[in-house]
């Protein structure tokens, strides 16, 4: 996900990313950034996911579908 960041931003293209945690953290604080992602959705005018391998989560899978709903155009990095 960091490299494509990087790789968006040095195009030019304004990069909403969603936020990473690279420890535990508890059910509260997983609502609150599924929250957000959706927010950043919103702000969005596409939406690239990162999916190595091709795969795709159950919180990504709700992801897609609330970005599709809203009209948000939805591509990936790897095929699935």
């Known amino acids: 996900m960091r490299a ?7 195009a030019g293209v304004i990069v909403v990313a969603p936020g990473e945690a690279n420890e535990v953290i508890t059910d509260e604080q997983k609502a609150a950034l599924d929250a957000l992602h959706l ?3 919103d702000l ?7 999916n190595p391998g091709g795969y ?3 919180s990504t899978s709700r ?11 939805v591509s ?5």
């Open 56 to 58: 795709v989560g159950e």
């Open 76 to 80: 990936f990095t790897d095929p699935a």
């Open 44 to 50: 969005a005018d596409r939406v690239l996911i990162v």
């Open 63 to 73: 992801e897609i579908a609330y970005a599709r709903a809203a009209g948000k155009p």
């Open 39 to 41: 927010r950043k959705i």
């Open 4 to 10: 494509a960041n990087r790789d968006l931003t040095f």
